[in-house]
């Protein structure tokens, strides 16, 4: 069955550093999404993502957050300047267009020092 | 605002006990409901969903949810659970709008003890 994958499993990095975290959703999918945890509370949506644009996004995400989907498989999410409460689980899901269930990754556990 | 609200954070069962895992919603509107388990070292999976039609879902691994919207609940059950459904379970509802963003309750740990 396919899956969608996330790479790294986990990223230390240091405050104010650039992070991207990859994600490779399922081959057919249209819609993409990225959401987080932080430890301790909800799963949080971040921004969602269609025919090559942001379709919603959070509060959350503000201008150190960005997303792309640069070769047509991949689809990143950028933080520009870490911060260390941007410490978190991060998960990205794809949905297909004629289907109602979001397939998730494995999540990419990001630690800010 | 759109919530989902989870009652119990922490469950401890022993094997073959009945689960019950509660879900509120708060929505205005049609509500899509969905229920996922993460297990350990997994990523999330759906268990079941309820669009509309039978408020009695049946998912997967024997679970089960009632929708009852005059409580505006959608709480997950299992007659007997077993020591590998020790897991993370999530609720989540649809939000508004129609890009398919998933809105998550604080999630429930349950344990089972064999």
Redesign the interface.
């Known amino acids: 069955e396919p899956e969608v994958t996330q790479t790294p499993s986990h990223q230390v990095t240091q405050m104010g550093q650039e992070v991207i975290l990859r994600c490779v959703p399922i081959s057919n999918h249209l819609y993409f999404y990225w959401y987080r945890q932080i430890l301790g509370q909800k799963v949080e949506f971040l921004v969602s993502f269609y025919n090559n644009e942001i379709s919603e996004k959070s509060e959350i995400f503000d201008d150190q957050f960005s997303v792309e989907r640069p070769d047509g498989s991949n689809f990143t999410l950028k933080i520009r300047s870490t911060k260390l409460e941007d410490s978190a689980m991060y998960f990205c899901a794809s949905l297909a267009g004629d289907s109602d269930t979001q397939y998730f990754g494995p999540g990419t556990r990001l630690t800010v020092l | 605002a759109q919530s989902v609200s989870q009652h119990n954070h922490h469950v401890i069962l022993s094997e073959a006990a009945s689960l019950e895992l509660g879900c509120n919603y708060s929505y205005g509107g049609t509500v899509?409901l969905f229920w996922?388990v993460q297990y350990p070292?997994?990523?999330?999976?759906?268990l079941l969903?309820y669009?509309s039609g039978d408020p009695l879902v049946k998912g997967i691994k024997g679970f089960e949810a009632e929708f009852i919207k005059s409580k505006f609940s959608f709480n997950l059950r299992k007659p007997s659970v077993q020591w590998s459904d020790t897991a993370e379970y999530?609720c989540?509802a649809h939000?508004s709008?129609n890009?398919?963003?998933?809105?998550?309750?604080?999630?429930t740990t349950l344990q089972v003890k064999p």
């Open positions: 899509n996922y070292g997994q990523h999330l999976q759906l969903k669009f999530f989540a939000g709008g890009t398919g963003k998933l809105i998550f309750g604080q999630g």
